[in-house]
Every structure is written in structure tokens, then in C-alpha cells.
């Protein structure tokens, strides 16, 4: 059994596992449920003492050993966990236990208060009709394109500039053309996808109009493998993120916007019922250091008519969720670091996996 020896008067082990929020199992090197908290008892309808000493694999299905990699945790989202009021909707991260082979950590969140799959999918689709989202969306070429103008303007290259402005246009038409396509609920066509040239070319387009001024900084991982997805859809949530960030930034303090990549293992999703999971390793992060959402508004960015700018109209964001959906990956929006820093993270299959 795990101990933790505490001061005099402190905390026992027990205290702190009841007195966690999150529910909370412990796996001991032969795969049985040693300890459950109370909010795990409270979550599975179950008592620590019918658990114990039960196998977690009679309980729950964790994430495929093949997704666990290094010890590093492994998270499962929306796995259904039978109880015996019928099943529950949980994410899963399973972790290892420092210096204890074998032993392991289990947390269970519940999927339905996240709201991450079907109350936001629901919430896109009746968001707007695709005449707004249109008229949202083309805002953003736009302005790329009269910045690019007022720096020829200003006696800037036209070479670079002009070809930036002649991509944009030919991005307006392609939004016209596909004005359906944003009720369209069927899958996007997804094919291996390089995402660095488009990194660059949404950098470019930032700093030519809405960032210009801000510092843009790339964190990349070179090693990075294709993913799978839609280079223009996925062009247009790279837009929309930074332009984001580049309002969040204001006109004073540090004012800065990070694109970084990396490889990220034990990241896994539902794709449909009877399916098998899907595993989302490929990460693009939008990092910028400005003050974050409200915290009233947080868990709902990207539920559609949410906005912190009064200007706002809150359909960006809930049309970044619908496009990557529909590659088959998700995206999460976080407070991170210290000092804090808000970051959208993308997350996309790999190519071939």
C-alpha cells in the first residue's frame, strides 16, 4: 500500500485523498484498485470498499498500452465508465507514481461538465447561418490585405507583399465558394498535411495587418511528422487564433505572440461509437501574453455569441471548434506558466497512424 508520512499534525494520506475534488484511483503493480477517493466513489456510484483490491480493468478501460510512452501520463478523452447508474462520460489520465514501479494514478473528470464534444458540437451547428459566418470570416483576409497595401504604400517590397496580398484574395474566393460548407456537418477532407509552410504563411499575414508591431516568436520541433488535416481549414484557424491574440495583447506591456509545435504521446479521443480511439499527438500552440478570458466566460470560449471584446461577436472561436472537429482533432484553451500565459492548443492526428 502507498504511505505518505507527514509532520506532526499534518495531513494524513487519507485526508488528502478525501479531500481532493477530482476523483482519484490508485492501481498497484498488478493492476488492482488499491484506494479510491470519495469523489471517485461519488462519480462511479461505488464504495472504496467494493473497489479495492477489484482489477482496474473490470472497472474502467484505460488507454491502450501502446499510447503510453516513457512513463509520461496518458490521457483517454470520452470514455464511457459503466456504473451502476448506467455509463458516464469521463476523460482519463492515467499517470506513474515517482519512485513507486508499477504503481499508478488514475483521475477520472467528468466529459459531460467539460462539454467538450457533444454540448459544444451542438452549440456550433445552431450557431449562425453561413451568410454571418461569411461576413465574420472574410473580415480577416481583408485586413491582411489593406495592411499589405499601406506597407507598399509606405515604400515597402511589393514583390513579397504583392503575392501575400494576391494568396488572400484568392482565400476570399475560396470562402465565397465554400459558404455552405459551414453548415455542412459532413467530415472535411483531410489529407498529410506539412503544417509549417502554413505556420509561415499565417505569420506573415499577422505581421503585414493585425499584429503589426508584435512580437511573433516560433517554438518549433523540427522532427515533427505530417499531420492530418486540411490546409485551408486549418490556414483559417491559424488566422483566427492569432488575430485573437493580437487583440488580447492591447497597446501597452509586453506584447507577444508564440507559435510553437510538438509531438505530444497518450493523447487520445472518441471518434464514434463502436470505433476504435484516435490518438491526437500532433500539437500547434497560439501562446500570447495578454490577460487571458474572464473567468465567467472561460469554460464556454467556444460555445457560438460568447465574446469578451463588447465588439464581439462570439463566432471566431465556435467556428475555429467546427473546423477542427471536423479534421477529426479538438482544441483546448488553457491558463499556463508562471507568469501566466493563455494558450489554444491544437491537437491533430498524425498522417498514416
Avoid at 465508465?81 to 473528470?109: K, M, Q
Avoid at 467556444?302 to 472561436?317: M, T
Wanted: charged fraction near 25%; charge should be neutral.
Amino acid at each position: 500500500m502507498l504511505t505518505t508520512r507527514f509532520g506532526a499534525g499534518g495531513p494524513d494520506e487519507a485526508e488528502l485523498l478525501a479531500a481532493l475534488p477530482v476523483a482519484l484511483l490508485v492501481i498497484d503493480p498488478e493492476g488492482r484498485i488499491a484506494r479510491a477517493n470519495a469523489a471517485c466513489e461519488t462519480l462511479l456510484n461505488r464504495s472504496e470498499r467494493s473497489l479495492r483490491g477489484h482489477a482496474v480493468a473490470d472497472v474502467l478501460r484505460l488507454p491502450e498500452p501502446e499510447s503510453r510512452h516513457d512513463g509520461h501520463a496518458v490521457t483517454a478523452f470520452d470514455a464511457d465508465v459503466a456504473t451502476s447508474r448506467g455509463p458516464v462520460r469521463v476523460d482519463i489520465v492515467e499517470a506513474a507514481v515517482p519512485d513507486r514501479p508499477g504503481w499508478r494514478t488514475v483521475t477520472l473528470h467528468n466529459a459531460a461538465a467539460r462539454r467538450l464534444n457533444h454540448d459544444r458540437a451542438a452549440a456550433a451547428r445552431s450557431a449562425v447561418g453561413a451568410a454571418a459566418m461569411l461576413a465574420h470570416e472574410i473580415k480577416n483576409p481583408l485586413s491582411s490585405i489593406r495592411g499589405a497595401a499601406q506597407l507598399i504604400a509606405d515604400g515597402a517590397d511589393a514583390a513579397d507583399l504583392t503575392r501575400l496580398m494576391i494568396a488572400e484574395v484568392d482565400r476570399v474566393v475560396s470562402l465565397i465558394d465554400h459558404m455552405e460548407g459551414f453548415t455542412d456537418t459532413r467530415p472535411r477532407d483531410v489529407a498529410p498535411l506539412n503544417i509549417y509552410p502554413l505556420l509561415t504563411h499565417a505569420r506573415d499575414v499577422a505581421l503585414a495587418g493585425f499584429a503589426r508591431g508584435i512580437a511573433i516568436e516560433e517554438r518549433y520541433d523540427p522532427s515533427l511528422p505530417r499531420a492530418l488535416g486540411n490546409g485551408d481549414a486549418l490556414l483559417q484557424v491559424l488566422l483566427n487564433l492569432l488575430k485573437n491574440a493580437a487583440h488580447a495583447l492591447g497597446s501597452i506591456g509586453e506584447r507577444r505572440i508564440t507559435l510553437a509545435t510538438a509531438y505530444r504521446h497518450g493523447i487520445t479521443v472518441a471518434r464514434a461509437s463502436g470505433q476504435p480511439r484516435v490518438a491526437l499527438p500532433i500539437e500547434i500552440c497560439v501562446i500570447d501574453t495578454g490577460p487571458g478570458a474572464p473567468a465567467d466566460i472561460a469554460d464556454h470560449l467556444f460555445d457560438p455569441f460568447v465574446s469578451s471584446r463588447p465588439e464581439g461577436k462570439g463566432l471566431g472561436l465556435a467556428l475555429v471548434d467546427k473546423l477542427i472537429r471536423d479534421m477529426g482533432g479538438m482544441i483546448q484553451y488553457s491558463r499556463e506558466g508562471s507568469p501566466h500565459v493563455t494558450v489554444f492548443r491544437i491537437l491533430l492526428p498524425r498522417a498514416g497512424s
